[in-house]
């Protein structure tokens, strides 16, 4: 959510704003809204001041016994009158804080102008397509050969959108699940946790999803609970409302969880395979920091999910976001894309992103820079550490060998004995 005196003080850039990430919001409705809550609290507040002062006035008239049922009177409209305006101050506030729920963040001065997609910049590349001396399977044959991918049992059991592995294939991604975390938390000085799979609608808002993305979400019909789309809203939440001490950031949390997505703005796209599902699993990185180093902290977000593609051998590149791709709450986003030759093409595995202050302010998740100052808004980044079905179909397809079987990577031999390959069943 963005500072409502922000808006008020920057009207056009927010516009602007809003216009770049091809959202809508009525800037000029919300101002509208502002400046009649103002009045309403101006009148409302004057009224009070002269029922304070008359208060006094009366009782010091009845101490000198003088009639004071006409001041008496007068008061008692008065009262009635700041009742109403406090009614219509309370409609016309939460009118505002939905519209204010509709405002996407500021991009950052160095993300692209563009509408769509095709104004993404790629920062850079890394590795060689590997040259294979037959062609390259699609990672669903993959699966079948090594009997390590269902899709049909999945359908049967849940319907389109869904999967399940076997055997190998369940084997291959706990491997890839221990090796992240791992990773995460040996090396790159994250703090696991472990998190519930369904929160309250106040989180869903707090990280953004919601009012947005609400059509996207599986929401249970008898309770406000929602299944998480990412363990970003559940990590994050962890610490709305907090007042933290400088001394407690920065903090980097990451979390392995299922992951619910209706994708209900996605039919019909990618639907061979497991590249587009409804239930999926994911392990992300969280960091709360102080304003002053989210950039920097955001290249090193950057660079850890880097690091598990580099271990793992995988050809990527890395894309800076267009404003007309970026996220409703980011204000810059970095995706990671891996080359997979069996479909010939590029698999996002992780998107990368700064809110600023965007988050924290929905969830009032402050710090105090130190000690007697007045607290501010910290910032809130996430990534995908990694997302784990384009992982696997990246790790099948790259690995694959002629006779259908899957060379394991050095990185996950550990995880599978020091076994080195998957073999047909």
Known sequence: MLDLKFIRDNPQIVKDAVTAKGEKSDIDAILKLDIKRRELIAEKETLEARRNKVSKDISLAKKQGQDTAALVADMRTVGDKIDDLANQLK?????????????????????????????NVIVRYHGEKKELSFKPRPHWEIGEILGALDLAGGVKLSGSGFYALKGQGARLERALIDFMLDLHTKKQGYTEVMIPYMVGSQAMRGTGQLPKLAEDMYKLSEEDLYLIPTAEVPVTNLHAGDLLAAEDLPIYYCAFSPCFRREAGSYGKEVRGITRVHQFHKVEMVKIVEPESSYDELE????DAEEILRLLGLHYRVNLLCTGDLSFSAAKCYDLEVYVPGMDTWLEVSSCSNFEAFQARRMDLRYRPEKGAKPVYVHTLNGSGLALPRTMIAVLENYQQRDGSVLIPDALRPYFDNKEILEPI
């Open 91 to 119: 409609i016309i506030e939460e009118g505002l804080d939905n519209a204010l729920l509709t405002v996407p963040n500021i991009p950052h001065k160095s993300v692209p102008i563009a509408h769509d997609e095709s104004g």
């Open 300 to 303: 090193k977000l950057v660079g």
